[in-house]
């Protein structure tokens, strides 16, 4: 089982920027495909981003494409994600987790969630 934590989350105006981190501990982190998901009020979780193991194949989900830039770095167990030209439309909590695709592509979790990170967009 892998344990993450992620941080990084606050308040920040439209148009700002934020940098997000999940460290893993636990089974080995390299030998996951892994992702960034988030959760607005009232919503469902939603995918955001993925990054294959080596690093060398990301994926976006189209409302954050050319904004959001996903990272990891095997060394640290870590995982990062970068947004830029935040909108208030990207008010959520935001989570790591490894990450498989269906037989359509879809991406979904494996194992547990961490707590997440509340990132919160001011208009």
């Known amino acids: 089982q892998m344990q993450l934590v992620e941080s990084g989350g606050g308040l920040v105006q439209a148009g700002g920027s934020l940098r997000l981190s999940c460290v893993a501990s636990g089974r080995a982190f390299i030998d996951y495909t892994m992702g960034w998901f988030r959760q607005a009020p009232g919503k469902e979780r939603e995918f955001v981003a993925a990054?294959?193991?080596?690093?060398?194949?990301?994926d976006y989900a189209d409302s954050v494409k050319g904004r959001f830039t996903i990272s990891r770095d095997n060394a640290k167990n870590s995982v990062y994600l970068q947004m830029n030209s935040l909108k208030p439309e990207d008010t959520a909590v935001y989570y790591c987790?490894?990450?498989?695709?269906?037989?359509?592509?879809?991406?979904?979790?494996?194992?547990?969630w961490g707590r997440g990170t509340q990132v919160t967009v001011s208009s």
């Open positions: 990054i294959t193991w080596r690093g060398d194949s990301t």
């Open positions: 987790a490894a990450v498989d695709q269906d037989g359509s592509g879809a991406y979904f979790h494996l194992g547990s």
